[in-house]
C-alpha cells in the first residue's frame, strides 16, 4: 500500500507538537500528528495543568486556615485527597479533549500510535490496527521527556513515587521526603506539606531551587522552613531500604557522613531525560548529546527535513519554550522567516508557596560574565496590595547593565509572581533599558507596582522603601 503523503508530520502531540501541528495547518500545509498516548503530552495530562489543579486546592486549604485573619470564620477545615485528585484529573481531561477538537478544526489528520523514522522523508506508526505507512519532506520531532530514575531510587508505584504516581496519589503520606529540589520537586513538597505531611527536601548541590537566583532561593527557603518543612542541601540519597507495608529506611550523605532516617513515602524529582529510543534516529545520522537531540537554533537536526522541537531538544525544558519553538519551525518549513528563540527571555515559574518566577540573568551569573550590574530590590511589604491580599512576604529584584541600561535579567518570589514576571518578559524582548520601565505608569493597587519600586531602586529612586 502506498504512504500516505503530507507537507508536514509531527511526532508527539504535548506543547510542542500539537502548537506545531496548528501553526502548520494555518499555513495551509497538510498536516498530520502522531501521538502515543494522550493529546496534550505530559504538560496537559501528566506536569503542568494537573499539578496547578493540585496546588490551587492546597492554596485554598492554606487560606481557609488563615480565614480569622480576614475576619471570617471556618471551622473543621479538612479535604479530601481523592477529591482533590480527581479534580485535577477532570481539569487535564477537559483540555486534553479541547486539543482534539482543535486538530479536528484545523484539519489535522491523527494517528494514536507509536512512530518510528525508517528512512529520512518515512514515518511508519504502529496503531491498535497496524501499521500506518507516511511520508513527508519535513518531520518534527516533539517526542518530550520523562522522568529520570537513579539506580535504587525508581519509583515502585507504592512507597517511592514519580510524579505520576504523586498526581494520582492514593494515599496522604504522613512524612514524606522529596529528591531533588527543581520546580517539579519543590511544588508537590509544597502541595503535601501544606496538607500536612511532615516534608522533607533533599539537594544535591549546595542550595534549593539551585537554577534560580541564590538571593530568591534564599528567601523561598527561608518561607519553607517557617512552613514546617526540612532542607537537606549538599545531601544524596545513597539508598532507599523499601519494607512494602511499612516505609522506606532512606541513607542520606552529607559531608563523607551517612544517616538514615525514616518516611512512609518518598518522591522522586530528579530531573528528566529525553525520549530519544525507539525511533531510529542514530540510523539517520542525528547527533544525541544526554539523551536531547542537538539542534541549531532553528531547531535543525543536520538532517534534511528533520527537526526537534521541545524537551527531546534540551534545556529550558518548558512548555512554553516548546510551543514557540513548535510556531517558528511551522513557519520555517512554510517558507518564512521566523526569529530564533533566545533561552535567555523565556520566564521560569513555580508555583510553590510562595511562587517564583525567573527571566534571564541571575546576579552570580551577570558578575561572572564579567558585566558592570546595578541591581534593584523591592520587597511586598512595602506594597499596599499584598498588605491587603495578606501576602506581605515576597521580593522583587531586578538587574541592569551599569553602562547600558538593558535589563539582564529579573528574578521574584511571592504571591502571583508567575503572572507579573511578563511584563519583564515583554521588557526584555523589547529590548528595554530602566528609562523606558522608569517612564511606564502603573496602576495603582497592584502587585505591579513593585516592579516599578525594583526598577527605580537599582538607580537609588524607590519612592516607597
Request: overall charge neutral.
Amino acid at each position: 500500500m502506498a504512504a500516505q503523503t503530507f507537507d508536514m508530520i509531527v511526532i508527539g502531540a504535548g506543547p510542542g507538537g500539537y502548537v506545531a501541528a496548528i501553526r502548520g495547518a494555518q499555513l495551509g500545509m497538510k498536516v498530520a500528528i502522531v501521538e502515543r498516548e494522550s493529546l496534550g503530552g505530559i504538560c496537559l495530562n501528566w506536569g503542568c495543568i494537573p499539578t496547578k489543579a493540585l496546588l490551587r486546592s492546597a492554596e485554598v486549604f492554606h487560606l481557609m486556615h488563615r480565614a480569622k485573619e480576614f475576619g471570617l470564620k471556618a471551622e473543621g477545615i479538612s479535604f479530601d485527597l481523592a477529591e482533590v485528585v480527581k479534580r485535577s484529573r477532570g481539569v487535564a481531561k477537559q483540555l486534553s479533549s479541547g486539543i482534539a477538537h482543535l486538530m479536528k478544526k484545523n484539519k489535522i489528520t491523527v494517528f494514536m500510535g507509536t512512530a518510528t523514522i525508517p528512512a529520512k522523508g518515512k514515518v511508519s506508526v504502529k496503531t491498535d490496527k497496524g501499521t500506518e505507512d507516511l511520508a513527508a519532506k519535513s518531520i518534527v520531532l516533539a517526542t518530550g521527556a520523562r522522568g529520570r530514575e537513579l539506580p535504587g531510587l525508581e519509583p515502585d508505584g507504592d512507597l517511592v513515587w514519580g510524579y505520576r504516581d504523586a498526581l494520582v496519589a492514593k494515599r496522604m503520606p504522613k512524612k514524606l521526603l522529596v529528591i531533588g529540589s527543581g520546580a517539579i520537586g519543590i511544588e508537590f513538597a509544597s502541595f503535601f506539606n501544606t496538607l500536612g505531611a511532615d516534608t522533607t527536601v533533599v539537594e544535591v548541590m549546595d542550595r534549593l531551587l539551585p537554577v534560580e537566583d541564590a538571593e530568591i532561593a534564599g528567601f523561598a527557603k527561608k518561607q519553607f522552613v517557617k512552613q514546617g518543612m526540612k532542607i537537606l542541601e549538599k545531601t544524596t540519597v545513597k539508598k532507599l531500604d523499601r519494607t512494602p507495608g511499612k516505609g522506606v529506611i532512606a541513607h542520606l550523605e552529607s559531608a563523607g557522613k551517612t544517616e538514615t532516617a525514616e518516611f512512609d513515602t518518598v518522591i522522586s524529582a530528579v530531573g528528566i531525560v529525553g525520549n530519544v529510543e525507539g525511533l531510529g534516529l542514530e540510523t539517520l545520522g542525528v547527533k544525541i548529546d544526554r539523551s536531547h537531540v542537538v539542534t541549531d537554533e532553528f531547531c535543525r537536526t543536520g538532517v534534511d527535513g528533520l527537526y526537534a522541537i521541545g524537551d527531546i531538544a534540551g534545556a529550558p525544558w518548558l512548555a512554553h519554550k516548546a510551543s514557540h519553538e513548535g510556531v517558528m519551525v511551522a513557519e520555517l518549513i512554510g517558507g518564512g522567516h521566523p526569529h530564533p528563540i533566545k533561552p535567555g527571555s523565556i520566564a521560569g515559574c513555580t508555583y510553590c508557596q510562595p511562587q517564583i518566577a525567573s527571566v534571564g540573568m541571575t546576579e552570580a551569573k551577570a558578575k561572572e560574565a564579567g558585566l558592570d550590574i546595578r541591581v534593584g530590590r523591592f520587597p511586598f511589604i512595602g506594597n499596599g496590595k499584598a498588605i491587603a491580599l495578606g501576602e506581605a512576604e515576597g521580593l522583587v529584584k531586578t538587574i541592569f547593565d551599569a553602562k547600558t541600561g538593558e535589563l539582564l535579567g529579573a528574578h521574584m518570589v511571592g504571591a502571583e509572581v508567575t503572572e507579573l514576571i511578563q511584563g519583564y518578559v515583554i521588557g526584555r524582548t523589547l529590548e528595554t533599558t530602566e528609562a523606558e520601565l522608569m517612564q511606564t505608569v502603573f496602576p495603582h493597587p497592584t502587585l505591579s507596582e513593585m516592579m516599578h519600586e525594583s526598577v527605580l531602586d537599582a538607580y537609588g529612586r524607590a519612592i516607597h522603601f
